[in-house]
Nanobody, 115 residues
Framework: QVQLVESGGGLVQPGGSLRLSCAAS????????MGWYRQVPGNQREQVAI???????NYADSVKGRFTIARDNAKKLVDLQMNNLKPEDTAVYSC?????????WGQGTQVTVSS
């Protein structure tokens, strides 16, 4: 089993920054993908950014140039640095770990961008 614990959400003004962190524990192999997704009530969950086992990253077009994902394999951490936040970034952000055909999810953390 895999456990994911997120931290770092909160309220920020437009143009501000937040950093989300996700710590993974449990039965984790060396090759796995981690990422961040977000969901607004009534909408489908959206992939924000992912980083593969080889370090390759992929970002949603809406966050390119503003968000940066980074992972620390030794510590089993994945961070999401979010800069120049916009009101449309408001959502519940969830950490994901994918290995051997199974998705694992954190509990989610609220990010609210508002003046």
């Amino acid at each position: 089993q895999v456990q994911l614990v997120e931290s770092g959400g909160g309220l920020v003004q437009p143009g501000g920054s937040l950093r989300l962190s996700c710590a993974a524990s449990g039965s984790i192999r060396s090759i796995y993908a981690m990422g961040w997704y977000r969901q607004v009530p009534g909408n489908q969950r959206e992939q924000v950014a992912i980083v593969g086992g080889d370090g390759a990253t992929n970002y949603a077009d809406s966050v390119k140039g503003r968000f940066t994902i980074a992972r620390d394999n030794a510590k089993k951490l994945v961070d999401l640095q979010m800069n120049n936040l916009k009101p449309e970034d408001t959502a519940v952000y969830s950490c994901n770990l994918y290995q051997f055909g199974t998705d694992y999810w954190g509990q989610g953390t609220q990010v609210t961008v508002s003046s």
